[in-house]
């Protein structure tokens, strides 16, 4: 795993950006970053593994460099499941972290009946009912973590009912997010707890200034309560929150 050094030597992109550098050291920085994240990803493969049936398909939008397939697929082989009928679809706007992604995976993709790679803005929306109307496969998986936050607030209440509608019945869509509290007093303790999260994985204070002032309009996070109030609209689905760690938020949207 390369180590994240980025806001270090000022290289960082800013304003912040998927781009060849960041994805490089992407692994690192969503492990010293995100509080819990490998534990989140192994509530992923299970319930990945809970909800896909002997031929279903994964979808994994923002996929980042895997990490969740990767997860599925070690699980699975751990208690001797077979992934052989089943296919992932792994998804991402970014051409670097999908060129990273394809490398990554490759330790596992055997273990499929197939895998495949789409290069895809979700906030397109025609190119998104598009590609999930053409899929004749049963979609029983979507696995969105981290990554409404960085789509347009207007996008991301239409993303969500758009996969919502094509999943099948009985199936999972997983929401990762980071949220703000509406309450000063909880926002302000929520933000020292991360700041600390981060300074003991050993970034400084510098690093996560620079980093945040990169992020700012990049990431914007949705509050607390109304991410809560978008995921209770969506009347196709049950929704319940399997992980909480102050601001990081893990939703599990099971269809009705
Ligand atoms: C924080 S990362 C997701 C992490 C990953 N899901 C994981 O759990 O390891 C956000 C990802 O969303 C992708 N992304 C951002 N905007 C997007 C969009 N409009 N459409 C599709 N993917 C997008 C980025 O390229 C990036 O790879």
Redesign the pocket.
């Known amino acids: 795993m390369k180590k994240d050094i980025l806001y270090r030597e000022q290289e960082g992109p800013t304003p912040f950006c ?1 781009n060849k550098s960041v994805s490089r050291v992407f692994e690192d920085m ?1 492990s010293r970053s995100i509080p819990g994240y490998w534990d989140q ?1 192994d509530f992923i493969a299970r319930f990945a593994l809970e909800h896909l049936s002997d031929k279903g398909c994964l979808l ?6 895997g ?2 397939v990767i997860h599925v697929s070690k699980l699975a082989s751990k208690s001797k499941r077979s992934l052989n009928k089943n296919k992932a679809v792994l ?4 051409d670097s ?1 999908l060129e990273n992604c394809k490398k990554n995976v490759q330790s596992v993709e055997g273990q499929w009946g197939s895998m495949c790679f789409q290069r ?4 397109d929306k025609t190119e998104l009912e598009g590609f999930l109307q053409t899929r004749s496969d049963t979609l029983e998986v979507m ?1 969105l ?3 409404l936050q ?2 347009p607030l207007k996008d991301r209440k239409d993303v969500l009912h758009i996969l919502c509608s094509r999943l099948a019945k009985g199936g999972v869509l997983l929401v ?1 997010e980071k949220v703000r509290s509406s309450l000063d007093s909880v926002q302000r303790v929520w933000q020292k707890a991360h700041t600390e999260y981060k300074l003991a994985n050993h970034y400084s204070r510098e690093e996560i200034q620079k980093k945040e002032e990169a992020l700012k309009d990049v990431l914007v996070p949705m509050t607390e309560d109304g991410l809560e109030k978008m995921l209770g609209d969506i009347k196709a689905v049950r929704c319940s929150l399997y992980y909480s760690f102050a601001a990081f938020k893990c939703y599990a949207l099971v269809k009705k």
Do not use: E, R, T
Not at 60 to 65: E, K, P, R, T, Y
């Open positions: 998927f969503l990803q994994d939008f923002g996929a980042s460099l990490a969740s998804c991402d706007l970014s972290m895809m803005d979700l906030c696995i973590h981290y990554v960085f789509l990762g």
